[in-house]
């Protein structure tokens, strides 16, 4: 069965504390991605993994970090939370190939007070 | 950078109507062109996609891809009330990695 699981679907933190989130899946996917999706703003892609230790800024890589040790697992960091990175998380994965569908988590709710 | 955009914002139709969704690139070396749907409070799920010039009919959908006009669509005939749902366009540039996403069409279709 194909699955991209989030941890945790729901998160509250306080301004300046730091955030992980986690991302897994299951077919061995070699990309993966992390995009945040804000009403009206469409998903925006925060960063791109190759493969493992293989990661590339997307469009807005400000105020985060990732990490990826495994092919299965990628995370993002959020290194002192700030409140304007109150959004829906999403992580993504795709077959190597030009052509190949993204397969997404369900998604983790951050709030940042 | 790849700028895509898609039109109209949100649309209203009635049950058994035909949809058109349109989406705009601005990269002419893109290589894949998709149309994601979003249910309320779900994940993105890929609807279908296509790579060529032309059109490609999957039920009641069908996409168009006009690369020299930097513009594809889809196309919902006999639109559900199921249909309803935020739907994104997403197109991939050159390197075929980063994949852009438009800020969606909201669509609703009333019973």
């Known amino acids: 069965d194909m699955k991209v699981t989030q941890m945790p679907r729901y998160l509250i933190k306080r301004m300046g504390e730091n955030v992980l989130l986690e991302c897994g899946q299951d077919m061995s996917h070699e990309t993966m991605y992390w995009y945040r999706q804000d009403p009206g703003l469409g998903l925006q892609l925060i960063y791109i993994s190759y493969d493992v230790d293989s990661n590339s800024e997307g469009d807005i890589p400000k105020g985060y970090r990732v990490s990826r040790k495994k092919r299965e697992h990628f995370s993002l960091i959020l290194d002192s939370a700030k409140t304007n990175q109150t959004s829906v998380y999403f992580c993504a994965s795709r077959r190597t190939g030009r052509q190949n569908t993204l397969y997404f988590g369900a998604g983790t709710r951050l709030s940042v007070l | 950078q790849q700028k895509v955009q898609q039109s109209p914002e949100s649309l209203i139709v009635p049950e058994g109507a035909m949809t058109s969704l349109n989406c705009t690139f601005s990269d002419s070396a893109s290589q894949y062109f998709a149309w994601y749907r979003q249910h309320s409070g779900k994940a993105p799920k890929a609807l279908m996609s296509?790579?060529?010039?032309g059109e490609k009919e999957e039920g009641r959908f069908t996409i168009h891809l006009n690369k020299a006009s930097l513009h594809f669509s889809l196309h919902i005939r006999d639109s559900q009330p199921s249909d309803s749902a935020l739907y994104l366009c997403?197109?991939?540039?050159?390197?075929?990695?980063?994949?852009?996403f438009g800020s969606g069409t909201r669509l609703l279709v009333s019973p």
């Open positions: 997403a197109v991939s540039g050159t390197g075929g990695y980063k994949v852009v």
């Open positions: 296509i790579f060529s010039n």
